[in-house]
């Protein structure tokens, strides 16, 4: 059996830079345990699948297609930079004639459009609410040690804490962080947190970047997720609220890192667009 698979860098304009995810095409479903054992091969944040939804439905010219996402260990239910990967190789590589594509996903209809050399992600806005901080005090530890901390909020949709550091710091504190997986499993076995945004205030004044993050999900087999779009459906939502803005300029400080432009809908979904870069194709055969 042969299956074309691409790695796509998303969030980024040039090679080995944003994040990467594989990209698989495919005619039919596959054995259900096919898809994790691909996506622990290819070893990535995030591998993708794109299935074809009917007989007669063709990469190039259909606009709807399934889509699934699966970590080295586990299928997940919201991945940005996959979408946008995805959508770069029916756009680009497939050369796809549709304006908009449709993914059916297991977090229902996500669209992809091409505005000039960006891709346009429509996600569901993911709210944050206030969490009692005592109740998550050794995770946070974990992931900032005794740095101060501005804001703790949770996102129930995509099971992640959002941690806000003091104004006082600079890009560059978030960037110098180190952290281990070992202690944010150690901190968190509950099953609650899947995974820990960082972020700190820009200092944009109207130019550069409104915000910056860095985003980890060791629960997930994931320690540094290198530019995630659905943490930034939390972040849109959040960073929106308080800078009073419904556009803004976003940037991952992971050491790939990777640029985000972020759009507030009043419909309750965000449009996120990046670009991205395909660097390796080729197939899977087994």
């Known amino acids: 059996m042969q299956i074309p698979i691409f790695t796509v860098d998303a969030f980024t304009n040039r090679p080995f830079a944003g994040n990467p995810a594989a990209v698989c095409l495919l005619e039919n479903d596959l054995d259900e345990d096919l898809y994790q054992k691909i996506a622990t091969e290819m070893n990535l944040s995030e591998t993708a699948f794109i299935r074809k939804l009917k007989p007669g439905d063709d990469f190039s010219k259909s606009s709807c297609f399934g889509l699934r996402w699966f970590t080295p260990v586990s299928e997940i239910r919201l991945c940005g930079h996959a979408t946008l990967a995805s959508a770069a190789v029916l756009f680009h590589i497939q050369k796809n004639t549709n304006s908009v594509l449709s993914f059916m996903t297991l977090s229902g209809e996500l669209k992809a459009r091409q505005v ?164 390796l194709k080729g197939n899977l055969t087994f």
């Open 116 to 279: 000039k050399d960006h891709i346009v992600l429509d996600l569901p806005l993911c709210p944050a609410y206030p969490q009692e901080l005592k109740e998550v005090e050794e995770l946070i530890k974990a992931a900032v040690g005794d740095m101060s901390v501005q804001d703790v909020r949770y996102s129930p949709d995509i099971k992640s804490l959002l941690v806000r550091l003091s104004d006082n710091y600079e890009r560059s504190v978030l960037e110098e962080l180190k952290v281990s997986a070992q202690r944010f499993l150690s901190a968190e076995k509950t099953g609650k947190v899947k995974g820990v945004i960082l972020t700190v205030k820009g200092n944009s004044n109207g130019k550069g970047h409104d915000f910056y993050s860095r985003y980890f999900a060791p629960w997930y087999g994931v320690l540094e997720d290198p530019v995630c779009g659905s943490a930034h459906a939390v972040l849109g939502s959040y960073w929106s609220e308080h800078l009073g803005k419904k556009e803004m300029l976003a940037f991952q400080c992971s050491p790939r890192g990777g640029e985000l432009k972020i759009s507030v809908r009043s419909d309750g979904r965000v449009d996120i667009a990046g670009q991205s870069v395909v660097v």
